[in-house]
C-alpha cells in the first residue's frame, strides 16, 4: 500500500522558517513529479512547487524566492524548504507524487501538515 507521510508543519512567526518533509512508502512504480500544494480555509487547493525526477521545478509566484523544493530519490523523499514566512503563508501543505507504472501515471496524496504562520 503506498503511504506518502509528511512531517516538519508546526506554528512559526512571521519571517521565519519551516521544512517540510514527504516520504513516499509501499511502492514499487517508478516515481515522477512530486510537489507540494496548500489549502487555507474557503481556498482551493493550489501548487506551491512541484520537482520532476531529473530535478526541473517549477514555483507559484506567491512563494518564488522564498520558497525551495528538493527531492531525495534514493530516499523516496521530497523536501520543502521555506523562507521569510508570511501569515498568508497558513494552510495545511499536502504533498503529491506521481507514480509511474507503464504508461500510466498515478496521483497520490499524504495526508496534510499544518502550516500557520503568526503575525
Known amino acids: 500500500q503506498v503511504q506518502l507521510v509528511e512531517s516538519g508543519g508546526g506554528l512559526v512567526q512571521a519571517g521565519g522558517s519551516l521544512r517540510l518533509s514527504c516520504a513516499v512508502s509501499?511502492?514499487?512504480?517508478?516515481?515522477?513529479?512530486m510537489g507540494w500544494y496548500r489549502q487555507a480555509p474557503g481556498n482551493q487547493r493550489e501548487l506551491v512547487a512541484a520537482?520532476?525526477?531529473?530535478?526541473?521545478?517549477n514555483y507559484a509566484d506567491s512563494v518564488k524566492g522564498r520558497v525551495t523544493i528538493s527531492r531525495d530519490n534514493a530516499k523516496n523523499t521530497v523536501y520543502l524548504q521555506m523562507n521569510s514566512l508570511k501569515p498568508e503563508d497558513t494552510a495545511v501543505y499536502y504533498c503529491?507524487?506521481?507514480?509511474?507504472?507503464?504508461?500510466?501515471?498515478?496521483?497520490?496524496w499524504g495526508q496534510g501538515t499544518q502550516v500557520t504562520v503568526s503575525s
Open positions: 520537482i520532476t525526477s531529473s530535478g526541473s521545478t
Open positions: 509501499g511502492s514499487t512504480f517508478s516515481i515522477n513529479t
Open positions: 503529491n507524487a506521481g507514480l509511474r507504472s507503464g504508461g500510466i501515471i498515478y496521483s497520490y
